[in-house]
């Protein structure tokens, strides 16, 4: 009832095609764990750089808007919580960014990261090592 209560995907999943179990193979485990939990408590504290990519994407598969909500202000907190990003801060913003403009066709994300990335006098530097690093870009989906 919680899961149908937070998610109209679900409750059309459980209600009307009279699923009993939903399937989450895709998402990690502790993903997952973190989805129920928030699910349950009406909380998402414990989103993390590790998670945020599954919590995301679970949340608009399953169409649960305020834990996209959560996720949205988690990255926009991260972003501006580093006030000196190193190269590794830079290019997981960016390409978390380019992987929801990608999977969900939103820019929000991607352009948080380009603003950031533009901020910094770093600009040219950090798309030379980006182009070198292209072969570490996630392609997971």
């Not at 699910?39 to 649960?64: C, P």
């Not at 910094?120 to 980006?130: A, M, N, V």
Request: glycine residues 2%; charged residues 25%; aromatic residues 14%.
């Amino acid at each position: 009832v919680i899961l149908t209560f937070n998610s109209p995907v679900i409750g059309h999943m459980t209600s009307n095609l009279h699923m009993t179990s939903v399937d989450f193979l895709e998402f990690s485990p502790q993903a997952v764990r973190l989805f129920l939990d928030a699910a349950y408590s009406g909380t998402a504290e414990s989103i993390s750089r590790d998670l945020f990519r599954d919590v995301n994407k679970i949340s608009h598969v399953f169409e649960v808007t305020w834990l996209a909500e959560k996720c949205f202000e988690f990255f926009k907190d991260l972003v501006e919580s580093i006030s000196d990003p190193t190269y590794d801060d830079l290019f997981y913003f960016f390409d978390e960014g380019a992987y929801v403009y990608n999977y969900l066709k939103k820019r929000s994300l991607s352009d948080m990261a380009i603003r950031k990335i533009a901020q910094l006098q770093r600009k040219k530097s950090f798309i030379e090592r980006y182009l070198e690093d292209a072969g570490r870009l996630s392609t997971k989906t």
